[in-house]
């Protein structure tokens, strides 16, 4: 046998498809349509349609009108790699300065579903019960970062979200009612960050601003965490606030480099 013939019997045609509609799918964040997917793909619009339906009931691509988009979902398979990712390597010695002046963790995260998942993470020196991780889920209703992500959802997204998410009060600070969450949505978007007290976790405070690409689209959250003994909210808006919006401008400005 030519061993020039073995690679190509292996080749698995259709996962190469896949990864050519994912490749397409990545660079081009803001959407793109099927038809647009077939032709920088190389494929049919049959063969592209099959495979993004694929990856859309899988949960790694979402459809809005007409334009398909990569999920973050695929940001927990990949939770090794994750690590790596360019933007976050960048980040974290913004996110490790200010852990290290304030004294408590901080984190980033993106929107998934109704959850939000942690992209970088860098522990504080005091603990928190709540165990993260890169690549962790929690809900967003009633989490600083995912308040900050939801409140930057274009308005008819934003509104679909409030209607359908499933409101699971976790302590007795929890909000319990729609219109609440709601309203407290509007506020965050009006201010321009969440302070969340002990809706999570009962002693845990947390507060988060949205980071910003160069569109000014809000695609992530960074917040920091504390024990609610530590500091009182007004302290939070007072003492932390300021840093942390320091810290999301300077992440923002690798979106500029890029």
């Not at 081009?28 to 032709?39: F, K, R, T, Y």
């Not at 940001?75 to 090794?80: E, I, K, S």
Request: some cysteine.
């Amino acid at each position: 046998m030519d061993a020039k013939e073995k690679p190509f019997r292996d080749h698995v045609g259709s996962l190469q498809r896949g990864l050519a509609v994912l490749e397409v799918l990545t660079g081009n964040p803001a959407g793109i349509s099927m038809s647009e997917v077939a032709e920088k793909a190389g494929l049919t619009r049959a063969g592209a349609r099959r495979l993004l339906l694929t990856l859309e009931a899988e949960g790694y691509a979402s459809l809005d009108g007409r334009q398909f988009q990569l999920t973050p979902k695929l940001l927990t398979l990949v939770r090794t790699w994750l690590q790596g990712l360019t933007l976050w390597t960048y980040a974290e010695p913004a996110m490790r300065v200010l852990s290290t002046h304030l004294e408590e963790s901080c984190s980033a995260a993106v929107l998934s579903g109704q959850d939000i998942v942690y992209v970088a993470r860098v522990p504080g020196r005091r603990i928190v019960s709540v165990a993260l991780h890169v690549g962790a889920r929690l809900p967003a209703w009633c989490t600083s970062m995912g308040r900050v992500l939801i409140a930057g959802l274009p308005e008819a997204e934003r509104e679909g979200f409030l209607a359908t998410v499933a409101i699971e009060p976790l302590t007795p600070n929890s909000i319990s009612e729609r219109a609440d969450l709601i309203a407290e949505i509007a506020r965050c978007a009006a201010q321009g960050y969440s302070l969340v007290d002990e809706e999570l976790e009962v002693g845990l405070r947390s507060i988060a601003v949205p980071v910003r690409d160069r569109a000014g689209r809000v695609v992530a959250a960074l917040n920091i965490s504390t024990q609610a003994s530590r500091f009182s909210p007004a302290e939070m808006e007072r003492e932390i606030l300021p840093p942390l919006r320091e810290a999301a401008r300077q992440i923002e400005a690798y979106f500029v480099l890029e």
